[in-house]
């Protein structure tokens, strides 16, 4: 037996928590920008993923207009910066809404540094920052998604394996799930695919 709904069943943000408790783990992009006034910001967005490799393009979305977007679109750049373990209170923090004219960076005493390619600063303690250009965006009702090129990684070599590529385990990234619920790492499995045999 099944409880089914449609949209129309739930409207408003009841829908919306139905599919936010249903799709998950979800990865969080801690997105850095900066204001065409220059205004740092700092926000979560656990609607994240990589929708091209090559070119390399990550996306996020903005349900709303919020900060990132509208510096994003201002500016054309911006920063996902992987939320560790180590930094879920500050990932959290910065997600209030803060109005447009706050420095997250100054209010949460979170330390930045100097990107390589773009404007928006780094978060220093984070482990891996992409650095972005905006590629573009569409809109989908109240939402938007943010499409960037990934134009420079910047990887803390504490977190890279014998292969030179960041290993998991050491990067301990953080999940949204449903509610207010988040997840950490949990039980890592190495599984080979299966080839093809007619």
Known sequence: MRTEWTPQDLPGR???????????????????????????????HSFFTIACADP???????????????????TGEFVVNLASEPLWKEVNASGTAYPPEVDE????????????AVRPPRVAASPVALECTLHSTVGFGTSTVVFGRVVHVAVDDGVLGRDGLPEVERLRPLARLGRNEWSTLGEVRAVDRLPYTP
Not at 28 to 40: K, L, Q
């Open 14 to 44: 009841a829908f919306y928590r139905m599919i936010t408790a249903v799709v998950v783990p979800r990865p969080i992009a801690w997105v850095s920008t900066t204001s065409a006034d220059g205004v740092d910001n700092l926000a979560p």
């Open 105 to 116: 960076f100054e209010a949460l005493g979170i330390t930045r540094e100097e990107s390589a």
């Open 56 to 74: 390399a393009i990550v996306q996020f979305t903005s349900t709303g207009r919020k900060d990132s977007l509208r510096n994003a679109e201002a």
